[in-house]
């Protein structure tokens, strides 16, 4: 999954937040997964604040295969 939110007007208004969760608990319902991973920018502060308000943790994975440095990744779980 992909979340892009580039229209500056939905930023700041719990629009990804509000996707994430409802995706989260459509995938422990329907595919009992237990975790979402992420790869976000290091120098993207917003989305890393966001997503630990939703109960990410910074955290290193075997899911996602780091390209370069500048990208960080998050897990969740649920």
């Given at each position: 999954m992909v979340i892009?939110?580039?229209?500056?007007?939905?930023?700041?208004?719990?629009?990804?937040?509000?996707?994430?969760?409802?995706?989260?608990?459509w995938l422990k319902?329907?595919?009992?997964?237990?975790?979402?991973?992420?790869?976000?920018?290091?120098?993207?502060?917003?989305?890393?604040?966001?997503?630990?308000?939703?109960?990410?943790?910074?955290?290193?994975?075997?899911?996602?295969?780091?390209?370069?440095?500048?990208?960080?990744?998050?897990?969740?779980?649920?």
């Amino acid at each position: 999954m992909v979340i892009l939110i580039g229209n500056e007007d939905f930023r700041g208004k719990m629009v990804a937040s509000e996707v994430i969760i409802g995706s989260a608990k459509w995938l422990k319902q329907n595919l009992n997964n237990n975790k979402i991973v992420l790869g976000v920018r290091c120098d993207n502060f917003p989305a890393i604040r966001a997503y630990q308000k939703i109960g990410f943790i910074l955290a290193d994975t075997p899911h996602i295969t780091k390209i370069t440095d500048e990208v960080q990744t998050m897990v969740l779980s649920i």
